[in-house]
C-alpha cells in the first residue's frame, strides 16, 4: 500500500456559530465542537485511506478558549499517524476575527479512527510521510499517545507501553 503525505488528508471545515449551538454564556456548547472536529477528522481519516473509518476513541481535546457567538470557526484536520488498521487525526480549531481576519487558535484535539470494512472489520491503511517540522513532531509522538489510550482503555498492560516507560527512565 502505498504511503501518503499528511498534507493529502487536511481538511478544514468553516462555519459560524449560531444560537441554537451556544450554552447560557452564549459560547458554543462543547459537544457541538466535539461534533464538528469529529466531523472533519472522519474526512480526514477517510481521505488518507479511502475506507469507511469509525471514531475509536477521543484521546484529547483541549477547550482553551471559549467560542463566543456568531464566531466563524475553522476546524483543520489531519493525519498525523498511520499504525496498522488505526489513525491518529490531529485537530486544530480557529476563530477568524470578523475585521481583520486574523485566525487565533481556539483549542485542539486528538482522535484515532479506524478504517473498516463493510461489515465492520478493521482494515489496513496505507503509512504516513510526513513533511514539515509540525507533522514530523506529530508523527513522533503519536505512538506514545496510542499506548497511553490503549493502556487507559485496559486493551495493553503497562509493562507493553514501551514509549510511556521510554519517559521514565
Ligand atoms: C474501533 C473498532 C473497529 C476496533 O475494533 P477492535 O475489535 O477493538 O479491533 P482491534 O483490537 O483490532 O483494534 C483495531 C485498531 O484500533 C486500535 N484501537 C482500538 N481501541 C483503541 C483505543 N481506545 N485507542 C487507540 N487505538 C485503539 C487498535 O490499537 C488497532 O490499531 P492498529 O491496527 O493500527 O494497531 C471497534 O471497537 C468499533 O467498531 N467500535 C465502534 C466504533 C464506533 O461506532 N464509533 C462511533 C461512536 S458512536
Known sequence: MQAKTAKESQTILTDMVLPGETNALNNLFGGELLARMDRAASIAAGRHCRRIVVTASVNHVAFNKAVPLGSVVTVEAKVSRAFKTSMEVVIDVWIEDRESGK???????????????????PVDVPEVMPETDLEKQRFAAALRRKQLSLLLAGKIKP???SELKALFE
Open 103 to 121: 485566525k487565533t487558535k481556539a483549542n485542539e484535539g486528538i482522535y484515532t479512527f479506524v478504517a473498516v470494512d463493510n461489515t465492520g472489520q
Open 159 to 161: 509493562n507493553d507501553a
